[in-house]
């Protein structure tokens, strides 16, 4: 069965500096994998995908992750971090040589720190 | 509808009552699925449709929990004699052609 681990439940940033957070995955097959955030008190919002290809995909907000097959992790990356980039965050995986759902980690909030 | 639909938005019920929660996904959009969000936890899975029918239904609970989709539309969560350990928000997610979801704003759920 699939599973997606997020190794850090927080990650506190300066202002301006760059941020990651990290994923890792499990799948039997091929992963489409995706980061979604979530503000407070919102639902799920749709950030990026890795499909195939580039192994660096951009996404909404100046995001970006990159996909490592070897290490089995797609890291979230943004280059110089927002006050507003504060929030939940959350990595996910299809496998899509298997079924069809859609497997979350447990989060990781990101606090900026102005 | 522009985006998922999730009714109600907020509900408050008593121990041991019956509650149903709504969906509404996306027009034309074939899978569904149904996550569970509790206070400072992660999203957890509980069922995903295809359609109508539900191929995946390992992550349901208990068996007071049920999901149905009529039509390859609407699709309702029921849980039966509701615990307080099923306070958490609700959220439903719809798929088309593309490969990510997109989610509703969910149904808090207090039982009391």
């Keep these: 069965a699939q599973s997606v681990a997020q190794p850090e439940d927080q990650v506190n940033v300066a202002e301006g500096n760059p941020l990651t957070v990290k994923c890792t995955y499990s799948v039997s097959g091929n992963p489409y994998l995706f980061w979604y955030v979530q503000y407070p008190n919102r639902g799920l919002q749709f950030l990026l995908k890795y499909i195939t290809g580039d192994n660096l995909v951009k996404g909404s907000y100046g995001f970006e992750a990159e996909f490592n097959k070897s290490q089995t992790s797609f890291h979230l990356k943004k280059p110089s971090a927002l006050v507003s980039d504060s929030a939940l965050y959350f990595c996910a995986v299809r496998d899509m040589s298997r079924d069809d759902k859609i497997i979350f980690g447990k989060g990781t909030r990101l606090h900026i720190l102005p | ?112």
């Design chain 2, 1 to 112: 509808g522009a985006g998922v639909s999730q009714s109600p938005s907020n509900k408050v019920t008593e121990k041991g009552k019956d509650v149903e929660l709504r969906c509404d996904p996306i027009s034309g959009h074939t899978a569904l699925y149904w996550y569970r969000q509790s206070l400072g936890q992660g999203l957890e899975f509980l069922i995903y449709f295809q359609g109508n029918s539900a191929p995946d239904k390992s992550g349901l609970p208990s068996d007071r929990f049920s999901a149905e989709r009529t039509g390859g539309s609407v699709s309702t969560l029921t849980i039966q004699r509701t615990q307080q350990e099923d306070s958490a928000v609700y959220l439903c997610a719809s798929r088309g052609a593309q490969a990510e979801a997109f989610f509703g704003q969910g149904t808090r759920l207090t039982v009391v």
